[in-house]
T-cell receptor
Framework: AQSVAQPEDQVNVAEGNPLTVKCTYS??????LFWYVQYPNRGLQFLLK??????LVKGSYGFEAEFNKSQTSFHLKKPSALVSDSALYFC????????????FGSGTRLQVQP | EAQVTQNPRYLITVTGKKLTVTCSQN?????MSWYRQDPGLGLRQIYY???????DKGDVPEGYKVSRKEKRNFPLILESPSPNQTSLYFC????????????FGPGTRLTVT
């Protein structure tokens, strides 16, 4: 069975500081990995994905994520946080073959203080 | 504008009264899916559809039905809602299943009393 762990319910960071939101996964075979963001009273929005190739993936709004196969991790990062980055972040995984659906983590709330 | 729409956005109903939540996308996507979001559990897939007339169960299908008669529409049907189906529901679509990102609707908050 595939699974995603987001070990932190909430991450607090000061504006201008770097941020990291952690994600580890378990899947049979090679993974497709995604990050989504949810703002209050909105649906999820796609941020970035890892399919294959370069382990460092760049996405929307200055976010990036690093795929680490040996540690089965896909942590989301940003060099300089903005107050407007405050939201709920979800990591998701599915295998690169078959009909298995996306499995989402439980989410991490990012709070950026001014 | 490319989008996924859901209706209604908010619904309060009573146990056993059949209801339908509509979902429509204007991007000609093949893949559509329904999720429910519950605190601390993330999103869990209810049903999905690979294309017209092709639907299959997700991780939590009990108590739900779907249909895909047209490519753009994927309604979620609760034949006899129960209080444990109180949740936030999202419809999503993607070009195809697999490596493609999903586009999510704005959500439907359902309360069953």
């Amino acid at each position: 069975a595939q699974s995603v762990a987001q070990p932190e319910d909430q991450v607090n960071v000061a504006e201008g500081n770097p941020l990291t939101v952690k994600c580890t996964y378990s899947v049979s075979g090679n993974p497709y990995l995604f990050w989504y963001v949810q703002y209050p009273n909105r649906g999820l929005q796609f941020l970035l994905k890892y399919i294959t190739g370069d382990n460092l993936v760049k996405g929307s709004y200055g976010f990036e994520a690093e795929f680490n196969k040996s540690q089965t991790s896909f942590h989301l990062k940003k060099p300089s946080a903005l107050v407007s980055d405050s939201a709920l972040y979800f990591c998701a995984v599915r295998p690169d073959t078959g009909r298995r659906a996306l499995t989402f983590g439980s989410g991490t709330r990012l709070q950026v203080q001014p | 504008e490319a989008q996924v729409t859901q209706n209604p956005r908010y619904l309060i109903t009573v146990t056993g009264k059949k209801l339908t939540v509509t979902c429509s996308q204007n991007m000609n996507h093949e893949y559509m899916s329904w999720y429910r979001q519950d605190p601390g559990l993330g999103l869990r897939q209810i049903y999905y559809s690979m294309n017209v007339e092709v639907t299959d169960k997700g991780d939590v299908p009990e108590g739900y039905k779907v249909s895909r008669k047209e490519k753009r529409n994927f309604p979620l049907i609760l034949e006899s809602p129960s209080p444990n189906q109180t949740s936030l529901y999202f419809c999503a679509s993607s070009y195809r299943h697999g490596a493609y990102e999903q586009y999510f609707g704005p959500g439907t908050r359902l309360t069953v009393t």
